[in-house]
């Protein structure tokens, strides 16, 4: 399962978006009448166009200096830096520790499992990890499974706080042992023949049980879910007290778990089971005794995979983990063989202060460092102006990384959070923000002769999803000049 689609930061509001700034030029044509006929202030709008080049010419420069929100946009800030200070090749490791002899199959203590910020220690790689657990002859455990998360130091978080809904995957918090970004999977395949769709939970959850089937209806695939009528009050016992539209044929369902700070538990436990492993005792929270070796080390997958899954679908959760890595990120130069990670764990706070001093030793003091939140945008409070963007996207464009970023960004009517745009098929590689009031776009934009352009446009307005034609309108403007 990979990290796709859980961007949309539900109706959360960004309030003021600062004192105006000079207007440099004035807007396409094409780009004020898409805003008049959404009933959207130029105002509401900030915009640069600048060719890609660092020092490069800029074609237009709108409100360029107002701080605004980004939303999901904030993510170009949190992937590059990782990419520069961690480097693409980067890998998480978790790591299994083993406190009692093996012996005939039974390890005669407790296993321990200590994550180490892996944002995509998703459902299979789960499975292939306890798969090579086994594979160093362990088949039954006297004591526990002990899950160590002690590389994060997090405040409590509530994931209905940010906008109510905190069965969105979107709202997950992040967990130095984040196992499938916290989301539990509902698969529903209809049988017509024996007038039922049969439900699969991904993954498994020990605890956990869901119904087998749900009755089909002959109605057209609108709302499913909704047709579904859910129940997650009981979170060990959903229930479906409607019917599954044949019309829809196969779908999934990810959802966050009603119970997130069990999920790890219900899906370390769930897995083992399935597997055929044996457990003496339960699987828990706690810390790896000192003094114990490795018994393995599992590495994700590499940092320019992530940085892919989170520009391209938009994944919250990953980004909030590549922030928090950036905390015990080497200090030495990036890419140093002998580097090594910090063993205190991270805090948003030590991460953002990582930031800040990335961002000032890569483009100047003189570009306003970004207002970062969580670094995945999906805050109220980020605020960042497009003079700053455009200087990031200079700098990446001119950089070793600019194949790894550019590569992981949506491309227009192609892939991503762009699949369906109709601005021009290929025609830009760009990342989306999407709040109830903010719409962004902010990449790079492909001229006929080869050469690319820079392109920041973020609107931030009560009715700024409807300014989306306008925004598209831009892109096709840059595409077009001279």
């Given at each position: 399962?990979?990290?796709?689609?859980?961007d949309?930061?539900?109706?959360?509001?960004?309030?003021a978006?600062?004192?105006l700034a000079?207007?440099a030029q004035?807007l396409?044509?094409a780009v004020?009448?898409?805003?008049t006929?959404?009933r959207v202030?130029a105002s509401a709008?900030?915009?640069?166009?600048?060719?890609a080049?660092?020092?490069g010419r800029v074609?237009?420069?709108?409100?360029?200096?107002?701080p605004?929100?980004?939303a999901?946009?904030m993510?170009?800030?949190t992937?590059t830096?990782?990419?520069?200070?961690?480097?693409p090749a980067?890998?998480?490791?978790?790591a299994?520790?083993?406190d009692?002899?093996v012996?005939?199959?039974?390890?005669?203590?407790?296993?321990?499992?200590?994550?180490?910020?892996?944002?995509?220690l998703?459902?299979?790689?789960?499975?292939?990890?306890?798969r090579?657990?086994?594979?160093?002859?362990?088949?039954?455990i006297?004591?526990?499974?002990?899950?160590?998360?002690?590389?994060?130091a997090?405040?409590p978080h509530?994931p209905?706080?940010?906008?109510g809904?905190?069965?969105?995957p979107?709202?997950?918090?992040?967990?130095?042992?984040?196992?499938?970004?916290?989301?539990q999977v509902?698969?529903f395949?209809?049988?017509?023949?024996?007038?039922v769709?049969?439900?699969a939970l991904?993954?498994?959850?020990?605890e956990?049980?869901v119904?087998?089937?749900?009755p089909?209806?002959?109605?057209p695939c609108h709302?499913?879910?909704?047709?579904?009528?859910?129940?997650?009050?009981?979170p060990?016992?959903p229930?479906?007290?409607?019917r599954y539209?044949?019309?829809?044929?196969?779908r999934?369902?990810?959802i966050a778990h009603?119970e997130p700070?069990?999920l790890a538990a219900r899906?370390?436990a769930?897995?083992?089971?399935q597997?055929g492993?044996?457990?003496?005792?339960?699987?828990?929270?706690?810390?790896v005794p000192p003094?114990?070796?490795?018994?393995?080390?599992?590495d994700?997958v590499p940092?320019?995979d992530i940085?892919r899954?989170?520009?391209?679908f938009?994944?919250?959760?990953m980004?909030?983990?590549?922030l928090?890595?950036?905390?015990?990120?080497?200090?030495?130069p990036?890419l140093?063989?002998d580097?090594?990670v910090?063993s205190?764990?991270?805090t948003?706070?030590?991460?953002?202060?990582?930031?800040?001093?990335?961002?000032?030793?890569r483009?100047?003091?003189d570009?306003p460092?970004?207002?970062?939140?969580?670094?995945?945008?999906?805050?109220?409070?980020?605020?960042?102006?497009?003079?700053a963007?455009?200087?990031?996207?200079?700098?990446?464009?001119?950089?070793p990384?600019?194949?790894?970023?550019?590569?992981?960004?949506?491309a227009?009517?192609?892939?991503g959070?762009?699949?369906?745009?109709?601005?021009?098929?290929?025609?830009a590689?760009?990342k989306?923000?999407s709040l109830a009031?903010?719409q962004?776009?902010?990449?790079y934009?492909?001229?006929?002769?080869?050469?690319?352009?820079?392109?920041?446009?973020?609107?931030n307005?009560p009715q700024?999803?409807a300014a989306?034609?306008?925004?598209?309108?831009?892109?096709?403007?840059?595409?077009g000049?001279?």
């Open positions: 399962m990979g990290g796709r689609g859980w949309r930061g539900g109706t959360a509001a960004v309030g978006v600062g004192a000079s207007v004035p396409p044509p004020e009448q898409a805003l006929h959404a202030p709008l900030a915009a640069v166009v600048a060719d080049e660092p020092g074609l237009l420069a709108y409100r360029a200096d107002v605004v929100n980004p999901s946009v993510k170009l800030v992937t830096a990782a990419l520069d200070l961690l480097g980067h890998t998480w490791r978790t299994v520790y083993a009692g002899p012996r005939d199959g039974v390890l005669a203590g407790s296993l321990f499992l200590r994550g180490d910020g892996d944002p995509k998703v459902t299979e790689r789960l499975w292939l990890l306890l090579r657990v086994q594979a160093l002859g362990i088949r039954h006297t004591g526990d499974i002990v899950l160590d998360r002690s590389a994060f997090l405040p509530d209905a706080a940010f906008d809904e905190p069965l969105r979107y709202n997950a918090a992040p967990d130095a042992l984040l196992i499938n970004f916290r989301a509902l698969t395949v209809p049988d017509p023949g024996a007038g769709a049969r439900v991904e993954p498994p959850l020990a956990v049980a119904p087998d089937t749900v089909l209806s002959d109605g709302d499913w879910r909704a047709a579904l009528q859910a129940d997650w009050s009981d060990r016992r229930r479906f007290a409607g539209p044949l019309a829809c044929g196969e999934a369902w990810p009603p700070d069990r899906a370390v769930g897995m083992w089971a597997l492993g044996g457990l003496g005792g339960r699987v828990r929270d706690g810390t003094g114990l070796a490795p018994r393995l080390l599992f994700s940092l320019a940085v899954d989170v520009n391209k938009s994944n919250n959760v980004a909030q983990h590549l928090l890595t950036l905390a015990r990120a080497p200090r030495q990036p140093r063989p580097a090594t910090s205190v764990p991270a948003f706070e030590t991460a953002r202060a990582v930031l800040r001093d990335w961002w000032v030793t483009l100047g003091a570009v460092v970004p207002v970062v939140d969580n670094g995945a945008g999906l805050s109220r409070g980020a605020r960042v102006t497009a003079n963007l455009m200087h990031l996207l200079q700098w990446v464009y001119a950089s990384w600019m194949p790894e970023l550019m590569a992981s960004l949506p227009a009517g192609v892939d959070t762009l699949r369906r745009s109709a601005m021009g098929r290929g025609l590689h760009l989306t923000g009031d903010v962004a776009l902010a990449g934009v492909h001229l006929p002769d080869g050469r690319r352009r820079v392109l920041v446009a973020i609107v307005h700024a999803r989306r034609p306008a925004i598209d309108a831009l892109v096709q403007w840059a595409a000049q001279p």
